[in-house]
């Protein structure tokens, strides 16, 4: 038993190193040891990602979008330049957002969040700078989701493709014309419209016309179809989201949080693609469905963009440049007769990752907020921190209240691990007596201790079952803070103004070595003087990363700590066994 401990710690502990030297090299910006670079390669300098230039996605043979007999299934990419020349843009302001729209292809190519603030440029630890600098603080930014400049690339962009041979459609690489209007929401108005129009194309011309509401993060968004040619035309109408590979500036390489493409239909359910699988080809997603969604996920922040009704849809990803890459969906439009048009509505969503906000939305939107393997158990335990600051008002005391909560619903498995743990203790100094008495007849010494379990009923594994079954909740409540966006910009009480981003002073992460140090003492010392050193090594080994980790996860892990150490106290005082020393 005690060599299986011995090797269970040496494990842990293996691992823990091979984990901080691998996030070392991510923080570096050398390769991760577990395969690939942290971070794609920059674009290529010969095929700058601006401008709008991702790729048109390929017209399919669709329901509903009937094509001429004698027509390839699918129609090449239009002869356009790969770097267009940018046109005019046209900036929206809402109290929430404010859009800049670039006239070539009608595209999204910036967005700001005005409730947000840039959390990158202000870096965590400049508080701490502040208190040594006379210098006056710089002014706050705001959050950019959409951005269009050479070092990223995020954009928004619809048009038209067909599968008709020789018939040409206008699309994302398309200069459309902005009609005029208000450009800012003015007092008292709950909505603002935005009208592109693009020349006619063979005959054929796309009105594309967006709106902005009043405390949404949603934008309607409605294409037109004008077909004044002499012969029917069969459109099919992308939505697509073109996204560079690097992961947002100032991501920590101490925890991960997914990056890229995600869809979702009912039958395939929520799907997230890696940038790396669309690089090798190997990307796996629907083909196609009747309904469902298309996403950019991002930590905190999302776009995705939803269909109105039950269509047809097809779904495509593709790269499009280097270290530049595309999710889209393609509808059919149906048959469009001479001297007739059609129209068909979408709405995309850019915005925080609200939870319940996204679920009103369309089926499975919330899922865009990434839980990893515990959705199941964090969904529940969102909704009760969401309902605790109902009634707090502070999301650093719901945290607080949470966990008070949870070691409340677990304090009889607490309990009987504690007591185990107890015991262990009481007779640690007779399991030392015995290891130097047959430090040469292992067999006996197993033999013995066996023994001595037994008179006392003692448990070896009693203070880690329970213990085993609890994780899971708290592992899912790690993932419910570090995900939910609420946290962001949230303050708690006094240095901590930002539950997000770091402590700036290190003071959370100190008290939460100390309680990891404390529990450690608390615990049974192991005979063995190798595995005695490693109890008091992990507990500062762990508690490096949370140096680096944000406040509310620490305040978290700090307050489960005190909890614990208050009941184990309890449990050790009144077993007589607190202080004892084999």
């Known amino acids: 038993m005690t060599d299986m401990r011995r090797t269970l710690l040496w494990v842990i502990f293996s691992m823990s190193l091979v984990l901080l030297w691998d996030a070392w090299n991510k923080h570096t910006g050398q390769p991760s040891i577990f395969g690939g670079s942290s971070r794609p390669a920059a674009a290529s300098a010969s095929a700058p990602p601006q401008g709008g230039a991702a790729g048109v996605p390929a017209a399919g043979a669709l329901p509903g979008a009937a094509s001429a007999p004698a027509a390839p299934a699918t129609a090449a990419m239009p002869a356009t330049p790969a770097v267009p020349k940018a046109g005019e843009h046209v900036t929206l302001t809402t109290d929430v957002v404010k859009a800049t729209f670039d006239s070539t292809g009608g595209t999204l190519v910036r967005l700001e969040l005005l409730g947000y603030q840039d959390t990158v440029h202000r870096r965590w630890y400049q508080p701490f700078l502040e208190l040594f600098s006379s210098a006056p603080r710089a002014a706050p930014t705001n959050v950019v989701l959409f951005e269009q400049d050479p070092k990223r690339t995020y954009l928004a962009q619809t048009g038209l493709v067909t599968a008709q041979g020789g018939v040409a459609l206008p699309n994302h690489l398309t200069p459309m014309t902005a009609a005029a209007g208000e450009r800012a929401l003015q007092a008292g108005a709950d909505e603002l419209t935005l009208r592109f129009e693009s020349a006619e194309i063979d005959g054929v011309r796309l009105v594309k016309t967006y709106t902005l509401r009043r405390g949404a993060y949603t934008i309607g968004v409605t294409h037109e179809l004008v077909n004044n040619s002499a012969k029917p035309v069969s459109p099919q109408l992308y939505l697509q989201l073109a996204r560079d590979g690097s ?276 615990n049974p010392t192991p005979p063995d003087p190798m595995q005695a050193r490693m109890m008091w090594i992990m507990p500062l080994m762990f508690s490096v990363m949370f140096f680096f980790f944000p406040a509310g996860l620490v305040l978290y892990w700090l307050t489960n700590n005190v909890l614990s150490i208050a009941q184990q106290w309890f449990i050790n005082k009144r077993l007589g066994v607190l202080g004892k020393k084999p």
């Open 247 to 522: 992961p947002p500036e100032g991501e920590s390489s101490f925890y991960f949080t997914f990056t890229g493409p995600a869809v979702y239909t009912d039958a395939s359910k929520f799907h997230k693609i890696d940038f790396k699988d669309i690089e090798k080809g190997k990307a796996e997603l629907p083909k196609s469905a009747d309904d469902g969604w298309i996403a950019m996920v991002q930590h905190y922040f999302a776009s995705a963009w939803l269909p109105a009704g039950q269509e047809p849809r097809d779904f495509r990803v593709q790269k499009v440049a280097d270290n530049l890459y595309a999710i889209a969906m393609v509808l059919p439009m149906g048959e469009v007769a001479p001297g007739s048009s059609k129209v068909l509505k979408a709405t995309l969503f850019a915005g925080p990752q609200e939870e319940n906000k996204l679920a009103e939305l369309a089926p499975g939107l919330e899922l865009v907020k990434d839980y990893g393997w515990f959705t199941i158990l964090a969904k529940p335990l969102f909704w009760l921190l969401n309902k605790l600051h109902g009634v707090l008002g502070n999301w650093g005391w719901s945290i607080v209240a949470l966990v008070v909560l949870l070691k409340i619903a677990f304090y009889w498995l607490n309990a009987s691990a504690y007591r185990s743990m107890a015991k262990m203790k009481a007779v640690a100094p007779r399991m030392t007596e015995l290891r130097e008495r047959y430090k040469d007849k292992p067999q006996q010494m197993q033999q013995e201790m066996m023994r001595i379990y037994r008179e006392e009923k003692v448990n070896p594994l009693g203070g880690c079952l329970p213990i085993l079954v609890q994780m899971p909740f708290f592992i899912a409540l790690y993932w419910v803070l570090l995900s939910s966006v609420e946290m962001r910009g949230a303050p708690w009480i006094l240095w901590i103004h930002d539950l997000s981003q770091p402590d700036p002073y290190f003071i959370l992460p100190l008290l939460m070595t100390a309680s990891s140090l404390f529990q450690t003492w608390l």
